[in-house]
C-alpha cells in the first residue's frame, strides 16, 4: 500500500531531426483544428455552470501552453529569451502540448459505461494516473513530468475510497528515514478527480505536484488493471 522514490529527470521535447518551419506550422494547425472541435464538444456538452468554470481552466491552460513552449529549455532550441510565436520550436511544442488538452477535453464529456473510476486519468499539465477500483479502494499509480526542466514525480499505492472521496498515507513506511508522512486525497466531482497532496516532495522533482483536476481519458485493460494492482500492493513504480 506504500510508494517509492523517484529519480529526477531533465528532458526536452526536441526531437533528433528538427522540423521545417512549414512543418511545424501544419502541425500546430491541425493540433489546433482538433483543439478547436474538442472545445465546441465540450461547450455543447456541459451545463452552463460547468463551461464557465472551464473557460477560466481553459485561459489558464493556454498561459501554460505558452509558457512551456515558448521556452528553450523545454523545447531544446538553441536561443535565448522567449521563443517567437511563429518559431518552428515554439509551434512543434505548442501542437504536441494542444494534443493532451484535446484529450482531456474528449474525457470531460466522454460518457462511460460504469461509475467506476478504473482507467487512465490525465490532468493536461504533464500528470497521469492509472487507477482500479475494487472492493473501497483505489489501487493507483500517478506519474508526472513538470515546468520547462521536466522534473518527474511517480507514487503508488492504494487509497480507500468511500463514493466520492479518497485517502491515501504512506504512514509507516520505514525507509523515508524520518520524512513526514504523505498523504494524497481524491475528490471526485463535476466529472474531474481532484487531488490534492500533502508532504509529497519525497516523491518528486522540484515542482513536480500530483495535485491537479484529472479526466478520465481512456479504459484499462485486464492485463494493465493486473499491473496496476501489482504495482500498487507493492509501493513500486513501474519502470516502464
Excluded at 465540450?42 to 501552453?65: C, D, G, I, Y
Excluded at 529569451?81 to 494534443?99: H, K, Q, R, V
Excluded at 528515514?177 to 522540484?206: C, M, Q, W
Aim: charged share 30%.
Amino acid at each position: 500500500m506504500l510508494a517509492l522514490s523517484v529519480s529526477f529527470a531533465g528532458t526536452t521535447v526536441a526531437q533528433e531531426k528538427a522540423l521545417s518551419a512549414k512543418e511545424a506550422k501544419a502541425l500546430y494547425d491541425k493540433a489546433d483544428r482538433a483543439l478547436n472541435e474538442a472545445w465546441a464538444a465540450a461547450k455543447k456538452a456541459l451545463p452552463e455552470s460547468e463551461f464557465n468554470a472551464l473557460k477560466e481552466s481553459q485561459r489558464a491552460w493556454v498561459e501554460h501552453r505558452d509558457y512551456l513552449a515558448r521556452s528553450p529549455m523545454y523545447t531544446g532550441a538553441d536561443a535565448q529569451g522567449e521563443l517567437a510565436l511563429d518559431a518552428p520550436e515554439y509551434l512543434e511544442a505548442a501542437a504536441g502540448l494542444a494534443e493532451d488538452r484535446t484529450t482531456w477535453l474528449k474525457g470531460l464529456v466522454r460518457e462511460w459505461n460504469d461509475d467506476a473510476l478504473t482507467g487512465v486519468w490525465t490532468d493536461s499539465y504533464g500528470g497521469r494516473i492509472e487507477i482500479v477500483e475494487r472492493e473501497g479502494h483505489l489501487h493507483f499509480v500517478i506519474e508526472c513530468v513538470r515546468g520547462p526542466t521536466s522534473h518527474v514525480g511517480g507514487l503508488a499505492g492504494i487509497a480507500v475510497w468511500n463514493a466520492s472521496i479518497g485517502w491515501f498515507s504512506d504512514k509507516g513506511r520505514e525507509d523515508k528515514g524520518g520524512e513526514p508522512e504523505t498523504n494524497l486525497s481524491f475528490i471526485l466531482r463535476d466529472r474531474k478527480l481532484e487531488v490534492i497532496g500533502a508532504n509529497t516532495g519525497y516523491y518528486h522533482g522540484a515542482r513536480a505536484y500530483f495535485d491537479g483536476e484529472y479526466v478520465r481519458v481512456q479504459p484499462l485493460n485486464a492485463k494493465a488493471q493486473a499491473k496496476v494492482v501489482k504495482a500498487a500492493k507493492a509501493g513500486e513504480v513501474p519502470e516502464d
